[in-house]
């Protein structure tokens, strides 16, 4: 029997505890929000960065400035904590959207380019071990800006498969039609499948519903049970299964406190879901038992993020 069996105890994980996507921001609780998914039980964070929408970057350097805060804070918090952190690192696509009336489409999409070629670079030096977020405007543009947006994410893409970057998308929730489209631009741009994961994605994690791209769940109230009855535990068992990661989407802005989710969130989620799937189908639950709860937790917390981004050093 595998070595992380034991850390499911039948009420408590006492294994890592991965936020597949969370934000930290000087002008918020920053540090202090990392203590507190510490002290949840909290192991590891995808640090991703966040651009400062109040005041949008009007050239390369500017881009250049918030990514190193971004990795300062991520430099703080290992210092800090015990926690592991990885840093992802990219133009938001709504910073683009608002961009396009104040500097015009040209200017806003050679930018924008432009700083997904810095963040790239990074991710060559090892800075982040990732892009993100991109994707596309998550509320209604008209048509000219959707179309616009597409060609755009198609180019990100193809920089980003030249160096074999993971990427995080920003996208709109329309259900599996939305991760149908990612995979049409993924094959479109040469782009791997398997590094592009959906952030925020809906609980469903069927391979049907994804079209079998990685994803990190919001993971809200509800989520727990959606998981449990849409995994592919066939896949799962096999080792077959695209990767499922939890998170936040912590946005640490002081105007929204606790908003999206709160830091401590992934590891109660976490317990939520083993004794879950622990539960007797009588009881309403999956029937799962020890050592298939344990693998599956691991798989979320360990496997699936290392699979990903690389072993934590």
Not at 15 to 23: A, E, Q, Y
Not at 83 to 107: A, T
């Amino acid at each position: 029997m595998q070595d992380f069996i034991h850390l499911w105890d039948g009420n408590k994980w006492n294994g890592p505890i991965t936020d597949g996507h969370m934000h930290l921001d000087r002008n918020g609780r920053c540090l202090d929000a990392a203590i507190d998914f510490e002290r949840s039980g909290g192991t590891r964070i995808i640090l991703v960065h966040k651009p400062d929408f109040s005041s949008l970057p009007e050239d390369i350097e500017d881009v250049s400035a918030a990514y190193s805060d971004t990795l300062s804070i991520a430099k703080e918090v290992r210092e800090s904590t015990k926690i592991q952190v990885q840093v992802i690192l990219g133009p938001h696509p709504v910073v683009w959207s608002h961009q396009l009336e104040s500097i015009g489409e040209e200017r806003a999409t050679e930018l924008h380019l432009n700083s997904i070629d810095l963040a790239l670079r990074h991710f060559v030096s090892g800075d982040c071990v990732g892009i993100g977020e991109i994707g596309r405007p998550h509320f209604p543009v008209s048509r000219e800006i959707w179309n616009s947006a597409n060609v755009m994410l198609e180019e990100i893409l193809r920089r980003c498969a030249s160096k074999n970057a993971p990427i995080q998308f920003h996208v709109e929730d329309r259900g599996a039609l939305t991760c149908q489209e990612l995979s049409q631009i993924c094959t479109a741009a040469h782009y791997p499948h398997s590094l592009a994961l959906r952030h925020y994605a809906p609980a469903d994690v069927s391979p049907n519903f994804t079209s079998k791209l990685p994803v990190t769940v919001s993971m809200g109230r509800g989520s727990i049970e959606k998981i449990a009855s849409t995994i592919n535990v066939d896949l799962l068992f096999k080792g077959e299964h695209p990767p499922v990661m939890m998170e936040t989407d912590y946005l640490d802005d002081p105007k929204r406190p606790g908003a999206v989710l709160g830091p401590r969130t992934i590891a109660k989620r976490t317990n939520e879901l083993g004794k879950y799937l622990q539960k007797s189908l009588e009881e309403g639950g999956m029937g799962w038992n020890q050592q298939k709860i344990a693998n599956f937790l691991w798989k979320i917390h360990r496997v699936w993020p290392d699979m990903l981004y690389g072993e934590c050093t």
